[in-house]
């Protein structure tokens, strides 16, 4: 579960006399799994599971009230365990849960309840205890917090994680379960839950920056950025080391440049949505390349753009995504908003160390990873006391921390840490 991201299917067998094995001695995988989707192993597995659950049941020595017995219900249900195997203060993402999990929760918890759950209070109650009594006053009024601790515990150095371009922090969930010594904490933008959008880059970095330094007040510290939050990290870097000569030892660049303003410029609302519609696998790259070209063309007002890119989405993605017609314009409003903060962005100043991670680009940005480090990543050394250190990721811009590529990163991210001393 910890390289792969998903839960195994363990057979207890007396034995290995019980597997199909070739003449040599090689387990036939093929044969094996022929067994195990025939059932052929299903009394073992059935002993197993008993065992595991007698055990985790005796394991769990609070109890739960009602409310928190029904959203261990729901989660179990989602996960497909044992509602008895876990309790109200287990964190549930030592259960492996991904972004969708906490989407499916989102909707369940809505339509038991009858009320619209922000994935804030998910996100930022990790146990059913504490997440019931967040439901409990979500009438209270709330102030945004931008931090979502998706790991609390740990004994090294916490790893801080700026959003991408779109505002949202889900993309870390798999990142933050390969990384098991540290406290991970990530930050999300204002505006999802009914916020005002942030409307400058000194606002922003003003929030995160205070919310930093109230979680962990003292350094050194370890910050990252996802594309567009490597301009953030950045510019939280330089305000750390300038306001309380706190050490920066490891600032990490998720395959963004310093220079922006020229992509930034070409981000209008309509390229937001697509770009957005594309991060959230509603739409390939091309057929949102296609589509742009095609709403420019007939310079499509922003609720036709809207109705032309939802006539050909998947249905079943949306609605595991919990999102309409509405939440999708104005997590297009809150991503634009973003973007326009920094069409005349331009780079001061220098931070102590930098490393860069890099994948495969846009398209639009340059034409191989090769060009893409030589004629812009490269140009972080301007703004760097110490030489940057360049690493090679796998994947591509939108997919060096999706489930293929996630073990990868986070190993190379892990040597990267261990050599800052950190």
Known sequence: MLHISVRPYVIALSDDSQLPKSTLGKVSRARLRSLVEGGHFAKQTEIRNLILQDSRRRSVQLQANQAERLLLEDFSDILGIDSLSWGPETPIFELGVASIDLIRLKQRIRDRLGVEIPI???LINPTTRSMARALQGLNASSTYNPVVPLRPEGTKTPLWLIHPGVGEILVFLGLSQQINDRPIYALRARGFDGEPYFSTINETVTTYHTAIKR????????????SFGTMLAFEIAKRIELSSSDEVRFLGSFNLPPHIQWRMRQLDWTACLLHLCYFLDLKSESHADALSSELRQHKSSLETAVSTI?????????????????????????????????????????????????????????????????????????????????????????????????????NKLKEVLEAREL
């Open 215 to 226: 979680t962990q007040p003292t350094g050194p510290y370890a910050l990252a950025g996802y």
């Open 120 to 122: 804030t209070v998910l």
């Open 310 to 410: 939802l006539e050909g989405v998947n249905a079943q993605r949306m609605a595991e995504l919990s999102l309409n017609a509405a939440a999708l314009t104005n997590w297009a409003d809150l991503t634009h908003s973003l973007q326009s903060m920094a069409v005349d962005y331009e780079p001061g100043g220098a931070v102590a160390a930098m490393d860069v991670f890099y994948a495969q680009p846009l398209s639009v940005s340059a034409r191989s990873k090769e060009e893409w480090l030589t004629l812009h990543l490269s140009k972080w050394a301007g703004f760097c006391r110490t030489k940057p250190r360049f690493h090679e990721v796998g994947g591509a811009y939108y997919t060096m921390l999706s489930p293929e590529h996630v073990q990868g990163f986070a």
